[in-house]
């Protein structure tokens, strides 16, 4: 279970500086060397922000939600408050990952408000997964864009994707909780979703499941 709020350095602005940490130096050392020295089956890491590289779309607005106006010549960002921020930390995480050459390593994910199933690259290949779980209540890009769920999201949705082709599967509007199926041979997260955020009597229904196979280190869909 990592920190990485209390000894990162000060976030970076729109690109990572060199020289930052989100681990700090001590913390670091002690995740390198776990992750060097261990044996278990899988290596499942508490991650708080998003370890994923992701190109981020410029968001639309209300009045300008079609894809072309998402991805024609427009900038792209990355969040700096997330490993994007702070790559060389992320940098010898992966090369570490790598170098285990064990396939086994599965970070589990927060902090952005929707789901996310993705391998995570280093250098063109996938050296781990990443599942994102969503918010139970707070608010996801539907609500912040202010549209209905499942219209104008789309349209970031398939934009995250053509930019990002790591990532496996991303839905944006959805909000419910995360659970985590592990065995030897296979790492699966199952998506629910809530039908009133607002209803604490809400009724939960399944959505959505990715699982990584032992030695894979990459997500595909799961059945049932």
């Known amino acids: ?131 994102v779980c969503p918010s139970v209540t707070s608010d996801n890009i539907d609500e912040q864009l202010g549209v209905p769920p499942r219209t104008g999201s789309l349209k970031v949705e398939a934009a995250i994707r053509a930019l990002n082709p790591h990532v496996r599967f991303v839905e944006l509007d959805s909000h419910g909780p995360g659970v985590l199926e592990v065995t030897p041979e296979a790492v699966r997260m199952n998506w629910y979703y809530v039908a009133d955020r607002r209803d604490p009597a809400t009724a939960v229904t399944f959505a959505h499941a990715f699982r990584a196979v032992a030695g894979e280190p990459r997500v595909r869909p799961a059945d049932g």
């Open 1 to 131: 279970m990592l920190d990485l709020r209390t000894y990162r350095t000060r976030q970076p602005g729109p690109a990572p500086e060199a020289d930052g940490t989100i681990l700090g130096a001590e913390q670091r050392q002690w995740f390198l060397d776990g992750l060097a020295r261990g044996t278990a089956s899988w290596n499942l890491i508490g991650n708080s922000v998003m370890v994923t590289p992701i190109k981020i779309p410029a968001l639309p607005t209300r009045e300008r939600l079609a894809l072309d106006d998402l991805l024609d010549g427009q900038p792209t960002t990355v969040n700096t408050d997330q490993w994007d921020g702070y790559t060389e930390d992320r940098r010898r995480v992966l090369d570490t990952i790598a170098a285990q050459g064990r396939g086994n390593t599965v970070f589990l994910t927060g902090d952005v408000h929707s789901s996310w199933a993705n391998d995570v690259p280093r250098d063109g290949t996938s050296v781990a997964v990443e599942f």
